[in-house]
């Protein structure tokens, strides 16, 4: 998409060069170095997915921790692959496969992640006992992260502190999904300068309640035939294929915008 763009800025204006499309989560890291300011906030965030993989690898090499009672079943999943160079090869796989989670948990559950922070259980299940740990050993290291910084950003955005280099408009094109988080980042810079998101709406009627076939046969199993019958039974191609745009529309509804519908030609 960003080379057909480029393309196309060379093609109407006859040169296009030094362009820079970061996809939201980079823009909202680089835009809180702007409101919060370049010494607080570094240029490369060390909760990066390729940063983080190999801080967790080395957290799970500090055998003092590994030889905890909620790291038991961690530690056993690793030193069962044989050699000591698998072993090494099978915790860095874990690493990266946690630097996944983590990275998901700060887009979609940031509340757990501060619940951690301060000690909490969340989920009360065994896993969590030593997930919460490694993130709090985590934090200690890099204490901002990318959610305490989307929360740092909003309430500066709320207090009116908006500083004089922030671009005067920004267009977000070629999303069709966007985490609650960002949602909330870009409505809350919405109140200083102006937002367009150009977002791919397959119907011209209203389908943010459109059920998957899987979801239909849940409804199905848990209230019965006659209920099941009573409702009114939505597009099933939006339901099966468009469940991310579906959130996204969803989220987008509940904002106080001014909607552009472009369905005709």
């Known amino acids: 998409m960003q080379h057909w763009v480029s393309m196309q800025l060379a093609r109407e204006q006859g040169i296009a060069m030094n362009l820079d499309f970061p996809l939201p989560v980079r823009f909202m890291w680089n835009t809180a170095r702007v409101v919060l300011g370049s010494e607080k906030v570094p240029r490369q965030s060390p909760y990066r997915r390729e940063v983080l993989t190999w801080r967790i690898d080395n957290i799970l090499q500090d055998d003092a921790l590994m030889t905890t009672g909620a790291f038991e079943q961690v530690r056993r999943y690793w030193l069962s692959a044989g050699s000591e160079q698998e072993q090494g090869v099978q915790r860095l796989q874990l690493a990266t496969a946690l630097a996944d989670v983590y990275e998901q948990y700060l887009l979609y559950r940031p509340d757990w992640l501060f619940a951690w922070e301060n000690n909490e259980q969340v989920v009360f299940d065994d896993m969590e006992s030593w997930q919460s740990e490694i993130w709090r050993i985590l934090t200690k290291e890099q204490s901002l992260h990318p959610a305490r910084l989307h929360k740092m950003t909003i309430d500066a955005l709320s207090e009116g502190l908006l500083p004089p280099n922030l671009p005067s408009r920004i267009v977000v094109f070629a ?27 397959p119907s ?53 915008t001014f909607e552009i519908s472009a369905f005709d030609a």
């Open 204 to 256: 011209v009627n209203y389908w943010g309640d459109a059920k998957s076939d899987s979801e239909l046969a849940k409804q199905l199993r848990m209230e019965g035939i006659n209920k099941w019958m009573e409702n009114e039974q939505s597009n099933s191609l939006l339901g099966n294929l468009g469940k991310q745009g579906r959130e996204l529309f969803n989220l987008l509804t509940e904002l106080d």
């Open 175 to 201: 999303i069709n999904t966007m985490a609650p988080q960002l949602i909330a980042f870009f409505d809350a810079l919405a109140e200083h300068i102006d937002i367009h998101i150009f977002h791919l709406n």
